[in-house]
């Protein structure tokens, strides 16, 4: 086995994020398309038509694409979600990550490799069996240990349990991201209490709230140090990712379909570089410390292990949204690219830029473009700052094009009017 044979799975909910992936290192793409998936309310999804387009740039890039389709399913979407998968198999999709039983034996029937995701809450064996039917990839619950992944994955291979493909069956664990207070996602507060389901994409994220602990007899109430007691930090795994491997763990996914462009890059890079310093024997506490500083540096809620180290409950965030080091904010927009001199007009549109300045340039084809500005021309003159309404030039180190977004990076406790978070 070697590095290759681990696949970071990174979450696309844009053609800058798919661009992105790519560059950060990715192996295989996740994405929805229409409504029929976990994320159908929070992020941006592709439609149909986009699958010829996406399959293209995945093929040229030598990566798999995954579609999820992993809702739960209603009589009256049988034929929409027929649609999709007939979509998926007619443009070389790689496969159909679902729980539904309905997605599952269509796709099977449309000869569609079948990915089975967290919803079906895969605990033991005999699930595994069960599944291997339908599915040469499973996820295991959330919730599992992972000595107890570990077990599975030897199972497998002891008892060789194959999936359709012939080939033995693949656990995927999830990496990192956003983490549910509900067993393996399946979660139905926001119905309770908002009449949007979760397990239809459409959660509002109620446990992200505070709440108050009220003692009905002495009507007595407490607020828990001021804490978010429903809601998870984020996972991270980078400083145990040698355990994940040792487990038998074959695929890596990484959460965040409703992320920029910029994370998306970020965590697939950070988590493609530990894979591979560990089979090069150079995953050292020095790099997990730097791989940390990188991931901090984008969206999160503050991090923890979540279950997999057997750590109790508890590990609730601080304080609301993001908890990242480093923001962005918008500034412009590229005018123009120069590609035999690799030279980028900007125009500032906002704020100001200056010399020594970190950006990010992102763009449906570009994906995100990170630099730090050595130059600044008006005219032909070099200048210290370009200020708002001015066209400038700066040169770049990759190619960018016209209409892409300029970003500065500035640290989080910075204050700056119009701030764009990541």
Known sequence: MTAKDIEIMAPVGSYASLHAAIQGGAGSVYFGIGKLNMRSNSSQNFTPDDLVEISRICKENNIRTYIALNTVIYDHELTEMKKIVDAAKANGISA????????????????????????????????????????????????????QVK???????????????????????????????????????????????????????????????????????????????????????????DKILDAGVRVMKLEGRGRSPEYVKTVASV??????????????????????????????????????????????????????????????????????????????????????????????????????????RLEYDPVEKAVKDEVCSIPVSGLVRRGDKVYKVVPADKSVPNLVQQ
């Not at 099977?108 to 040469?136: C, G, L, P, W």
């Not at 979760?198 to 003692?215: S, T």
């Not at 001199?341 to 020594?356: Q, R, S, V, W």
Request: hydrophobic share 35%; aromatic share 10%.
């Open 96 to 147: 159909i990550i679902a729980s539904d039983m309905s997605v599952i034996l269509y796709a099977r029937s449309a000869r569609m490799e079948v990915h089975v995701s967290t919803q079906t809450n895969i605990t033991n064996m005999e699930a595994v069996k069960y599944y291997a039917q339908f599915a040469d990839v499973m996820v295991t619950a959330r919730e599992l240990q992972l000595k």
């Open 151 to 241: 077990a599975i994955t030897r199972a497998i291979k002891e008892q060789n349990i194959k999936g359709p493909s012939g080939n033995p069956v693949q656990i995927e664990i999830f990496a990192h991201g956003a983490l549910c207070m509900a067993v393996s996602g399946k979660c139905y507060l926001s119905l309770d209490n908002l009449n949007s389901s979760a397990n239809r994409g459409a959660c509002l994220q109620p446990c992200r709230r505070k709440y108050i602990v009220k003692d009905k007899e002495s009507d007595l109430e407490l607020e828990i140090d001021g804490e978010y007691i429903m809601s998870p930090k984020d996972l991270n795994t980078i400083s145990f990712l």
């Open 271 to 376: 988590y493609r570089e530990a894979v591979n310093a560990w089979f090069e024997g150079n995953y050292t506490q020095e790099r997990i410390d730097q791989w940390n500083k990188r991931l901090a540096t984008v969206y999160n809620r503050g991090f923890w292990d979540g279950y997999y180290l057997g750590r109790k409950l508890g590990e609730w965030t601080e304080s609301y949204g993001n908890q990242a080091t480093r923001r962005k904010i918008y500034i412009g927009k590229v005018t123009n690219y120069f590609n035999k001199i690799g030279i980028a007009e900007l125009k500032i549109e906002t704020h100001d830029l200056a010399i020594n300045e970190e950006i990010k340039i992102i763009g449906p084809t570009t994906g995100v473009f990170e630099g730090t500005v050595k130059e600044i």
